[in-house]
């Protein structure tokens, strides 16, 4: 350590007499201002030679007395540390740039610099001090001056020169040799700086404490020497001495090395702990090893930790060394988890191959208790260290942690990369690796990536019955993702020969059996779907809500094989095994099989029933139309058409309404009354001018016309109907349009005959769905602008089409990919009221919530979540995204009880993504409140269960070391941020921000810095 006193001679310069000559008139009463204004400031009154001078410039000086004059204002500005002194000094400088007192200023400039430590400006100031503007003593003052702010700036070349120039000088001579031997230190010239320090130590003729310092100098040499026994004496020499305390800090720490290099650990522990106690500074790195070392050696292994803590900043042998101590302090301590943090970080360390090999066995022992580090890198570290170290007496242990990884890691990928990179794996790699892969493919699904999920379930499939168990369970989750990407001919396969493995006593055979049903019943294997309906009904393995389901589906399946009567029963039974869940599906179905066994009166009570039970269903504007339909079979066309009625008023803008139109109509026409029916014909037109009810009103219209001979009144009302539509289509417009439209839907589409269509048909009848097909290849395609055009096109001329509701929903999502997000909400708002199905129906609410999210708009995101829902019907990837987002709007809203009722059941699964989200939301929200053992307590049972969704894990790390730093932890949480930032796999910015910002506000708070 290279400290050095502020030894500084003969610093002061005198200023220049009054100049000698004087204008040749001039107002005597200036000149007597002029002179007490000089004579006050050489008496060091300052603001009376400001108020002198300042009076003499009023009554007139001129010349090189005004010069004068300014110059010791600015001077006496300059003594008294006024604000804008330096300013003062400068201005003089550039307005009088020629006088022989600028240089005086310019020498003041250096001075107020130098006196600051400003070593750079002022060399900058002083070289700027024109050469010959100084004589004597003055240039002495100026050379040693630039010498010694070259030696604290490290110029030691320049500052040798510089002294050696004053050599000769009686004020400075004694002072420039002791500058040269500490330049020869500096330098690591130790022998000849110790000739030279030892002729000062000696010299009986020097005054000041120059002899004291190079003793000091020489016992900082010895010390470097490792003259252990010599740099005792000489230290404690200069300590009882206690002639500069300055030294004192650095004496006794090289005094206590000594003693610990020497083997007297008491001796060590005392002049060490008062080094550490007042280091003057950073404390040396080696001291607090020293002291970790005698610290664990007593068996005090926290302040073990503490003082390693300070050697461990470095990417060095020492670090290195005091890591494996650390690790070793906290296992003491029963901190498996701190352990491995220390002992991971020495193992990837290469200074010292001993301390690396038992740091790598250590943190294998560690990882075998329980141990975790984050983003545990033990896959890795084990296989470098089988490479590193083959022939290690460790070697077996490590091979068997490693097989234990894989099946112990939730980093699935880094493990498979591991297996991989064996070339010749035993039958238990082998079982590791189909464990693996049967994992990566569960969390796949989990997070909606099916087609990632079929290439490792196959996989895990392809190695056989490694694991029967995993083999089988393999089978189940691959026939799920099979069903998800729709090839359900191999779902069911692999469905049906996980059920004959398991067999009736198996843990998922009724899961499995549902699962096939479904499978086949896409298939249209209505009978044999029915039986496996029928296979997970009697399991006894189903909960309430999933038994409910299967009745509905065997409801279905009795359906399409037209057996209305079971199918009846079947509802009936799935309302009675599930209690909880809505019971309109069920009552509206069985209304449905009572219309189709022709019980109509029964068929309306049972709808009637159904809008009754349940008034916000979205089936009820179908129900209500079945309900017309029923009353118009019993001929009560009156009821119908009051039915039909109350579903347009009820839902004007929905396409039941216009359904219920069109029904309207032809029961009144079917009544005979023609008039009204005509009029509910118009309406159609009118107000779905683009849909294809009005195709088909305006052809029944027409034969209504035509019996009565006013087919010129049905031309003149078509006329007047914007997008009105047509009934004069030739058959080479739709046959040309029907080629092309083959050709668009195509498994492997095409829009050139499409495009051909519209330049040759440019009014033809079937141009707006034309451009929907454009539309919608290109969104396929991935090109949204061109996509978003067309769909507007197709939108403006066909807004009730039949093709109008699935171009509003790729609308609305281009929207919302191109974060057009106030238009993307009108248009989702706009689908909810079109949608004709649940699912799409479903899809449009989903859209409005996530809009409203990229919003801010929280209040509206809860209601949205909360209605999805409570009406059900979402898929678990849905479910799980709509609780998080309440969970979020009631966090953002204030209303932190739900949020983290919601966040905490969602935080049960961390392999989703929600989960992980929520695991670090919920721990979030108790950190805030200040519930910190609540808020560890989470993050730490989120580390636990593991993820693998990095960057929310990373947010859980950086949020736990927040809480160790609240808890005064700071050994903990720098430990945490340090092996985070080693090993975290992402390249978030955000992220690594958070790390070293957190890392160096520990460091500026640590009670005892690291250097």
Same mark, same amino acid.
């Given at each position: ?489 191999? @779902? ?116 009637? @029933? ?111 109907i914007n997008g009105a539509p047509r009934i004069d289509v030739s058959e080479m417009d739709r046959l040309t349009f029907e080629a092309a439209e083959k050709l668009a839907i195509d498994d492997n589409p095409s829009i050139t005959r499409m495009q051909d269509y519209i330049k040759n048909n440019p009014t033809g009848a079937y141009v707006p769905k034309a451009k929907y097909y454009i539309a919608r290849f290109n969104y396929f395609k991935g090109n949204y602008k061109d996509a978003l055009a067309g769909l507007d096109e ?218």
């Open positions: 350590m290279m400290k050095i006193k502020n030894i500084i001679l003969g610093i002061s310069v005198a200023l220049p007499v009054a100049m000698a000559a004087q204008p040749a008139v001039m107002n005597s009463g200036a000149q007597s201002y002029l002179e007490r204004g000089k004579n006050m400031f050489n008496s060091r009154n300052y603001v009376g030679a400001i108020d002198q001078l300042n009076q003499a410039s009023r009554l007139g000086l001129a010349g090189t007395a005004q010069e004068e004059a300014e110059f010791y204002i600015a001077l006496s500005k300059f003594e008294r540390a006024e604000r804008g002194d330096l300013d003062a000094l400068i201005d003089f400088i550039e307005e009088h740039p020629t006088s022989e007192l600028a240089q005086w200023a310019q020498i003041k400039v250096g001075d107020y610099h130098f006196y600051r430590g400003d070593w750079n400006n002022a060399l900058l100031s002083y070289s700027l001090v024109r050469d010959g503007a100084l004589d004597g003593d003055r240039q002495e003052d100026l050379v040693y001056r630039r010498a010694y702010a070259n030696l604290r700036l490290g110029n030691y070349e320049l500052a040798e020169r510089q002294y050696k120039s004053l050599t000769s000088s009686s004020r400075y001579g004694k002072a420039t040799i002791f500058y040269d031997a500490y330049i020869d230190y500096a330098n690591g010239n130790y022998d000849s700086a110790m000739d030279k320090f030892i002729n000062i130590a000696s010299d009986s003729k020097l005054i000041g404490d120059l002899p004291y310092q190079a003793s000091y100098y020489i016992t900082q040499i010895r010390f470097h020497n490792k003259e252990y026994n010599r740099v005792i004496s000489g230290g404690q020499q200069l300590l009882s001495e206690d002639e500069n305390d300055y030294f004192t800090a650095e004496l006794n720490r090289i005094v206590g090395e000594s003693y610990f290099h020497t083997g007297n650990n008491s001796s060590a522990r005392k002049y060490l702990t008062t080094y550490l106690a007042d280091p003057q500074g950073e404390p040396y790195r080696t001291a607090g090893y020293a002291m970790g070392v005698l610290d664990f050696q007593a068996m005090d292994y926290a302040q073990a930790i503490q003082h390693m803590s300070i050697a461990t900043d470095e990417d060095d042998a020492l670090a290195q060394s005091a890591h494996l101590y650390i690790g070793q302090s906290r296992l003491k301590l029963n901190d498996v988890n701190g352990a491995a943090r220390a002992f991971e970080l020495a193992a990837k360390m290469s200074h010292d191959a001993n301390v690396r090999e038992t740091a790598f066995y250590n943190y294998a022992l560690s990882q075998s208790q329980g141990a975790r580090t984050p983003f545990d890198k033990s896959i890795d570290m084990f296989e470098q260290f089988l490479n590193d170290y083959p022939k290690s007496k460790f070697k077996d242990d490590v091979e068997g942690h490693l097989v234990d990884s894989y099946m112990s890691t939730t980093d699935y990928s880094r493990a498979l990369t591991s297996i991989n990179h064996i070339k010749n794996p035993g039958n238990k790699v082998q079982t590791a690796k189909q464990y693996v892969l049967y994992n990566l493919g569960v969390q796949a699904l989990k997070n909606d990536k099916n087609q990632e999920a079929l290439t490792y379930l196959k996989e895990a499939v392809d190695l056989g019955s490694k694991d029967k168990n995993i083999y089988n369970e393999s089978r189940l989750w691959l026939a799920e993702a099979q069903f998800r990407t729709g090839d359900y001919k191999n @779902a069911s396969a692999n469905q049906q020969a996980y059920a004959k493995q398991a067999g009736t006593k198996g843990e998922n055979y009724g899961i499995a059996q549902y699962n096939l049903g479904y499978s086949l019943y896409q298939q249209r294997k209505y009978a044999d779907a029915l039986k496996a309906f029928q296979n997970a009904a009697t399991s006894k393995q189903l909960d309430d809500q999933m038994l409910g389901d299967v009745f509905n589906r065997m409801g279905d399946t009795y359906y399409y094989t037209q057996d209305y009567t079971a199918a009846q029963e079947s509802y009936a039974r799935a309302m009675e095994v599930d209690k909880t869940a809505p019971r309109d599906y069920s009552m509206y179905q069985m209304g449905i099989m009572m219309a189709l066994n022709k019980q109509f009166d029964q068929a309306v009570n049972q709808l009637d @029933a159904m809008i009754n039970e349940c008034p916000s269903s979205t089936l009820i504007p179908q129900a209500m139309i079945e309900k017309g339909n029923a009353y118009a079979a019993l001929d009560n066309g009156k009821e119908a058409v009051a039915t039909y009625k109350q579903v347009v008023k009820a839902y004007p803008k929905s396409a039941e309404a216009r359904k219920a139109l069109l029904q309207m109509a032809i029961v009144d026409k079917n009544m005979g009354n023609m008039n009204d029916a005509i009029e509910a014909y118009k309406q159609v037109v009118k107000d779905y001018p683009t849909s294809d009810e009005a195709q088909a009103a305006a052809e029944d219209m027409k034969l209504i016309y035509a019996d009565r001979g006013e087919l010129e009144q049905f031309n003149k009302f078509l006329d007047g197709a939108l403006a001329a066909g807004t009730d089409a039949s093709f109008a509701e699935d171009a509003l929903s790729m609308r609305s999502d281009i929207l919302m990919r191109q974060k057009q997000y106030d238009k993307a909400l009108k248009a989702y708002t706009e689908l909810v009221e079109k949608s004709s199905s649940e699912d799409n129906r479903v899809m449009a609410l989903l859209g409005v919530m996530r809009a409203s999210k990229a919003l801010g708009k929280w209040q509206d995101v809860k209601s949205g979540a909360d209605a999805l829902l409570e009406k059900g019907g979402l898929n678990p990837a849905e479910e799980r995204e709509v609780t998080l987002n309440r969970a979020l709007a009631n966090a953002n809203l204030g209303n932190a009880a739900d949020a983290q009722k919601d966040f905490a059941a969602l935080a049960k699964d961390t392999q989703s993504e929600q989960g992980a989200q929520s695991s670090y939301e919920l721990a979030n929200l108790q950190f805030k409140a200040g519930n910190l053992k609540d808020a560890e307590k989470t993050i730490n049972q989120f580390i636990d269960a593991g993820t693998p969704h990095s960057y929310w894990l990373a947010k859980s790390f950086i949020l736990l070391s927040d809480i160790y730093a609240k808890q005064g932890k700071n050994a903990d949480a720098r430990d945490y941020l340090q092996s985070l930032k080693s090993n975290y796999p992402g390249k978030e910015k955000e992220i690594t921000e958070a790390i070293d910002t957190r890392l160096k506000a520990l460091k500026n708070t640590s009670n005892s810095k690291k250097k």
